[in-house]
């Protein structure tokens, strides 16, 4: 138990900071940066306004094991709602005020619908709420010759804010989770007093001259917290698939390969600092990239490759949104979550495809966007011609100039040809009869000869 600041000097220094949105990644930056930042500092003391629904136990937990283990003491005013994962941070606070009409409790863990978990949860949530309560000792009294020890914060009191199963007397019954008012709060000792803002809250411990110190948000904060939206998530995603597209159909580097990569670093680097998207994601989704540009460059046709690439970049997209905590937890849930991930992804991957197929040629005809595609046409007018053959030359015999194997070059009435053998190889200096023409070359054979089940063999 930290001590009491009516013991530290009579100027202290004092941080804030504020737990005002939802628990989760972001929030645990938050008072990780702070806590830090209050002992560079030596500050004698740090203040947590709070005003909290609650939000992710991973995060909760992690919250509330810094403000168990910090050196400096932490008083928590609860403006309002310490709820759900905020009654668990609360009650790691070494001292906990909260104004008139605020509400401390009501802490079952619950998915995104608010429909309760799997008692596998439940049960850890008890387990924390208890051992946190449990943390702040218990006081000895002796009374006609009787030793009693009580509990500083009973630990049946904060299971009772998970389970409904909990009974305390005098308190709450089996018929329902408990939640606390402030004046409950003061009575059970779950709230050493009532104060209606910070001020007066250390007026009420003794502390009447101190410098303020208050977490900001950065800059880049407050832009990691726009980036990690939904929907910006999925118009990044359509930006990414874009770019790569656009960068594989046109030559060399240019334009929309830094879009693509502009995309990917505004998708995955939030997700990165959130604590979400894991290394190998990422690369998952990289080697999705390589994948592909080796079967539209290397591999002829669409294949394994192809195939095998795509769906990696989709798993890579899909599982940087997925807390991967959540798998050793409980696979059901976790496969729903993940599926509701991937609904994000594959929306904004059709409306990437449907962008490509109808609107990305709408949109680059304005006349300011025409220097980004290439729609120069090759006319006859211009001197731009096909290959014309010949329609006499099936039938007629040659000599091949180089080996076929099987393209080369063929000599038919004086005049060289691009050919291809249609069966096996042919000899330079061979005799060669062409079969038809296609794509401005000859397809010629041998005289006398067929096919085989060997198709590099013939017969004369």
């Known amino acids: ?21 939802e628990v989760g990644p972001a929030l645990l930056r938050i008072v990780r940066q702070s806590m830090e930042e209050a002992q560079r500092l030596d500050a004698d003391l740090i203040v947590v306004h709070m005003n909290t629904y609650g939000g992710q136990l991973d995060a909760a937990d992690s919250i509330r094991t810094r403000l168990l283990r910090s050196p400096v003491p932490v008083y928590v005013f609860v403006d309002n709602n310490a709820i759900s994962a905020g009654a668990l ?20 863990v619950v998915d995104q619908t608010g429909k309760p978990l799997p008692d596998k949860y439940q049960s850890f949530m008890r387990a924390l709420m208890r051992s946190t309560a449990e943390s702040h000792g218990r006081d000895t009294l002796v009374a006609a010759g009787d030793t009693v020890y009580t509990w500083r914060r009973d630990p049946l009191i904060a299971e009772a804010m998970v389970d409904p199963r909990t009974v305390v007397e005098g308190v709450v019954d089996s018929s329902r989770v408990l939640t606390l008012t402030t004046e409950e709060a003061l009575r059970l000792g779950y709230c050493e007093g009532r104060a209606a803002s910070i001020a007066e809250m250390l007026a009420a411990e003794g502390v ?3 410098e303020m110190h208050a977490f900001e948000l950065t800059p880049l904060e407050r832009l990691i917290g726009w980036l ?21 159909r046109t030559p060399g580097i240019g334009f929309p390969l830094i879009v693509a990569l502009l995309a990917a670093l505004l998708y995955f680097a939030p997700l990165y600092l959130e604590g979400l998207a894991a290394h190998w994601e990422i690369l998952l989704f990289v080697a999705g990239i390589v994948l592909i540009a080796l079967e539209i460059f290397v591999i002829p046709g669409f294949g394994v490759a192809g195939v095998t690439g795509a769906l990696c970049m989709v798993a890579g997209l899909t599982l940087s949104l997925v807390d991967n905590v959540v798998f050793s937890w409980d696979f059901s849930y976790a496969i729903r979550e993940l599926l509701r991930q991937a609904a994000l992804v594959t929306i904004s991957l059709a409306l990437a495809v449907l962008m490509l197929l109808w609107i990305a040629p709408r949109f680059l005809r304005r006349t300011t966007l025409e220097g980004i595609a290439l729609r ?47 069966y096996g190889y042919i000899e330079k200096g061979d005799t060669v009869r062409v079969l038809r023409t296609e794509a401005g070359q000859l397809y010629v054979t041998r005289p006398g000869n067929r096919p085989t089940q060997n198709p590099t063999a013939y017969e004369d």
């Open 1 to 21: 138990m930290a001590s009491d600041t009516s013991a530290l000097p009579a100027k202290k220094t004092i941080y804030k900071f504020d737990i005002k949105q």
């Open 89 to 108: 941070i609360a009650i790691a606070a070494d001292k906990i005020y909260m104004c008139d009409g605020a509400s401390f409790g009501a802490a079952t």
């Open 208 to 210: 009447a001259e101190y």
């Open 228 to 248: 990690v939206n939904p929907a910006l998530q999925g118009l990044l995603i359509m930006a990414m698939i874009g770019g790569i597209y656009f960068e594989f």
């Open 376 to 422: 120069a046409e090759q006319s006859r007018d211009e001197g731009f011609v096909s290959v014309s053959l010949p329609d006499s030359l099936p039938g007629s015999t040659g000599t091949a100039l180089t080996m076929l194997r099987p393209s080369g070059k063929v000599l038919v009435d004086g005049r060289s040809y691009d050919a291809v053998a249609q």
